[in-house]
């Protein structure tokens, strides 16, 4: 059973030791990290992934709870209790959808009468956030950026279903991000979204700051923040609206604007 | 004696996973030589040399296939690691027959492939997989963690028995299981064999007939609707 995530800091690219020595996650903990553009989160989720232990080009070290990874969580995939969904928009596995998820199924899970079950659910799961539906039959290759994305998402909440998911800039490419967050909060497990967004970062408990390689703050969503968030979240909302009205060809009016004021 | 032999496909990471892992057995205290076996071009004998300043070599296969190059130089290889008063033989080789593969009955045989590849590389590569102790997944820093896995799905179906070990060989993530592995393989010493059986491969092109069409041709012949084959393993 998976309790805590601890961070050990490592150091920063300026080689320093990191200003924040230590972050424990417990189950069920949203967090978010923010920072700059090549600041270093995507390296900090990966140290994650990676259960760090002084290897990585950082120092950090990953405990689980309190204590060093067993070499089993990297060395069996069924075991491996975290969910990585990265950066990356495109798939260089050239296999068709159905096989590819069908093979990850099989290496994730030790039940394998699931396994179809399971992907079945997964590609329902990828197409309630993406515009056009994904094949089951088309490759891994031809998917676009939003429906790789997707696909990622679903695969990491139903086929890994760890306690443990980690999400590298959900916000991008295009997928219905509100209900991924939606579909992704029913789960009770330990979220880390990296984010530029502030809606996405207030629905977290709390936040890391990156800087220049180290973690350099740990920020509590405050009263004050939650209160900020529900409005937030209603512009947000409006924006999506005009989103989704230009994506479908229409055209915006000045009364849409009305209520933004 | 160790004895590490490295092979795989052309540009998968091997120089980068073994410069990694020479850096670590170096700082450890042991004293490596490396060889390369190319079959008509490189350099990292000269890179090595240059960075860690240890004795290194290379041969060009040329003619021979480089696995069989690998057997037919690795005695004396092993003697020179042995003048030169080294603890670790590491040998980086061309993966180019995938018919054949270069390990030897002792020390450890790795082949490095890249999580980048494709898919059914490691249905492709043949004994040099099958054979290997460990499989070095590299380039991880590149795919999804969902492809990294489906890949490792990959080469257990084809390789079952084969350790796999996924690494990030720019920056040297992952390697020191890798080492650990080189610490625990039997030592090399005297005599050595290759393991397991090398195909039946020498045919009448191989002795210098150039007519197209088997019907000029004797002994291995292969017609283009036969399949049928030994494969060695
Ligand atoms: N991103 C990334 N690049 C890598 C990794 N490993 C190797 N590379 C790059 O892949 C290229 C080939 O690496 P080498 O180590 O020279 O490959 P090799 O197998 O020794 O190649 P040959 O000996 O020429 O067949 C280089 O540009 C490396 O920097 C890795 O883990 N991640
Ligand atoms: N502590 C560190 N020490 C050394 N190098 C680091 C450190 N942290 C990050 N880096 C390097 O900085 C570069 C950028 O980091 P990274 O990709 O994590 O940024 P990012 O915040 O995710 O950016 P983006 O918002 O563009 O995705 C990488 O090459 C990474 O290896
Ligand atoms: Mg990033
Ligand atoms: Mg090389
Ligand atoms: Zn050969």
Avoid at chain 1, 56 to 77: F, H, K, M, S
Avoid at chain 2, 181 to 188: I, K, L
Wanted: some cysteine; proline content about 4%; overall charge neutral.
């Amino acid at each position: 059973m998976i309790k805590t995530i601890t961070i050990l800091g490592g150091h920063g690219r300026d080689g320093q030791r990191e200003p924040v020595e230590q972050i424990e996650l417990k189950m069920g903990d949203v967090a978010s990290i923010v920072g700059p553009t090549g600041s270093g989160k995507t390296t900090l989720i990966n140290d994650i992934e990676l259960f760090a232990n002084a290897n990585t080009p950082t120092g950090r070290r990953i405990l689980i709870n309190g204590q060093v990874a067993p070499a089993e969580y990297r060395d069996n995939p069924a075991r491996n209790p975290i969910a990585l969904i990265t950066q990356h928009t495109t798939f260089l596995a050239d296999l068709p959808v159905n096989e590819f998820l069908t093979t990850h199924a099989r290496i994730r899970t030790t039940d394998h009468s699931q396994v179809d079950a399971l992907v079945g659910k997964a590609l329902s799961f990828a197409n309630q956030l993406t515009g056009e539906p994904i094949l089951v039959h088309s490759r891994m290759t031809e998917l676009s950026g939003g429906q790789t994305r997707a696909l990622l998402i679903a695969d990491a909440t139903i086929i890994c279903n760890t306690p443990i998911v980690l999400l590298d800039e959900v916000e991008n490419a295009g997928i219905h991000r509100t209900r991924a967050l939606e579909l992704l909060r029913q789960y009770q497990k330990i979220f880390i979204f990296v984010t530029h967004d502030p809606r996405i970062a207030l629905l977290s408990d709390y936040r890391i700051v990156i800087g220049g390689g180290s973690m350099t703050q740990v920020l509590h969503t405050d009263e004050h923040e939650r209160a900020c968030s529900v409005r937030v979240s209603r512009l947000d909302d409006l924006l999506s609206g005009l989103r989704d009205r230009i994506r479908i060809g229409g055209r915006l009016t000045a009364e849409m604007m009305e209520e933004f004021s | 004696m160790k004895l590490v032999i490295c092979a795989g496909p052309a540009t998968t990471g091997k120089t980068s996973v073994l410069r990694h892992m020479i850096r670590k057995l170096i700082d450890a205290g042991d004293r490596v030589v490396f060889l390369k076996i190319d079959v008509q071009y490189a350099e990292e004998d000269e890179q090595f040399a240059r960075e860690f300043g240890i004795p290194t070599k290379k041969v060009y296969s040329g003619e021979l296939c480089p696995d069989h190059c690998n057997v037919m130089v690795l005695g004396d290889a092993l003697q020179w690691a042995n003048r030169t008063g080294s603890t670790a033989l590491v040998v980086e080789t061309a993966g180019l027959c995938l018919r054949c593969s270069p390990y030897v009955d002792t020390g450890l045989g790795m082949i490095v492939l890249e999580a980048t590849s494709g898919m059914n590389l490691p249905l492709k590569v043949g004994p040099m997989l099958s054979l290997a102790d460990v499989a070095v997944v590299t380039k991880i820093d590149r795919v999804s963690q969902a492809e990294r896995e489906v890949f490792r799905a990959r080469i257990q179906d084809v390789a079952p028995s084969v350790r796999i070990r996924e690494v990030n060989a720019l920056h040297g993530i992952g390697i020191d299981p890798l080492v650990d592995m080189v610490r625990s393989s039997p030592d090399a010493a005297g005599r050595m064999l290759l393991r397991g059986n090398p195909p039946v491969g020498t045919c009448t092109i191989c002795v210098g007939k150039k007519e197209v069409g088997w019907q000029s041709h004797f002994g291995v012949v292969r017609p283009l609707e036969n399949q049928v084959f030994y494969r060695g393993e």
